[in-house]
């Protein structure tokens, strides 16, 4: 089995690609579309990453995030918005998120993000 990823996002279409993308990649890819789906999996099991969209139906992933995280201890959190601000980016830094990615997603910033060799984005 792969690296393990909890992918947080409520579009099917982007959540399709991602899942197609990172299994592709060796991920062994698991999602949720709702803030309360992704803490109920985090709660009950360990990933090494975790891909978290900004805004949700029922809450937001920085708030997601910042009640996960210790159960997730040593696990890369990466978001995505189409959202950004600097109010937000300061956020996602407080709260050690790797990388904050602008959507639509690039896959190289996303893949470097996730672990790969280049330079990733910087909060």
Do not use: N
């Not at 709660?43 to 029922?58: G, H, N, T």
């Not at 990615?101 to 910087?122: Q, S």
């Amino acid at each position: 089995m792969g690296r393990r990823i909890l992918i947080l996002e409520d579009e099917p279409l982007l959540t399709k690609h991602l899942r197609r993308l990172l299994a592709a990649r060796g991920y062994d890819v698991h999602v949720a579309d709702t803030v309360g789906a992704f803490l109920a999996d985090a709660r009950r099991q360990r990933f090494d990453a975790l891909l978290l969209d900004l805004s949700l139906p029922d809450g937001d992933g920085l708030s997601a995030w910042a009640e996960a995280r210790s159960a997730q201890e040593g696990a890369v959190a990466v978001m995505m918005t189409a959202y950004r601000s600097p109010e937000v980016a300061r956020r996602a830094q407080d709260l050690g998120v790797r990388a904050l990615l602008p959507k639509p997603l690039e896959v190289p910033l996303l893949l470097a993000a996730l672990g790969a060799e280049t330079p990733i984005p910087r909060v």
